[in-house]
């Protein structure tokens, strides 16, 4: 019976980490064949996890405002690339580079961004080592 009871625990434990590490999204639904750039006016900066998300407003074609939304790394692959929580503001003018999604919609994987006065910021996501957005 005491050994049961120790067990238990553990049975328990590893009843979740299959839950746990399912619940974690894939990647397949952006082309990450295609690396885009744009240009645009920050609409919303969410600092939340697991993944930061950027929403910005860009010129189409005709000259006709649109929305995108783009989605980053965890904040902790952020912080170690030199982002903060207020590195992006609402009005502030960027460009920006991504994978698009594969459906076409205005979407897609945040990979970097350059910043008005042309400072460009790095995601970990993309292997920069901490203090490379100081240089």
């Known amino acids: 019976m005491r050994s049961a009871l120790k067990i238990l625990p553990l049975l328990a434990l590893s009843a979740t980490i299959p839950s746990v590490a399912s619940a974690h999204h894939s990647f397949a639904m952006f082309d990450l064949t295609k690396n885009l750039s744009m240009q645009g006016v920050v609409k919303e900066f969410s600092w939340t996890n697991p993944h ?3 929403t910005i407003v860009a010129v ?3 000259g006709a405002p649109e929305e995108w939304g ?5 904040t902790a692959l952020f912080l170690r690339s030199g982002w903060h929580r207020d590195t992006l503001k609402p009005g502030d003018k960027i460009s920006l580079k991504y994978h698009p999604m ?3 919609s205005h979407a897609g994987s945040l990979d970097e961004v350059t910043l008005a006065d042309g400072k460009v910021m790095p995601l970990g996501i993309q292997g920069a080592k901490p203090g490379d957005a100081e240089k």
């Not at 783009?70 to 965890?74: A, L």
Request: glycine fraction near 22%; avoid cysteine; aromatic fraction near 14%.
């Open 70 to 74: 783009f989605e980053g790394g965890p």
């Open 102 to 104: 594969k459906n076409g």
């Open 52 to 54: 930061v998300w950027l």
């Open 60 to 62: 189409d074609a005709k």
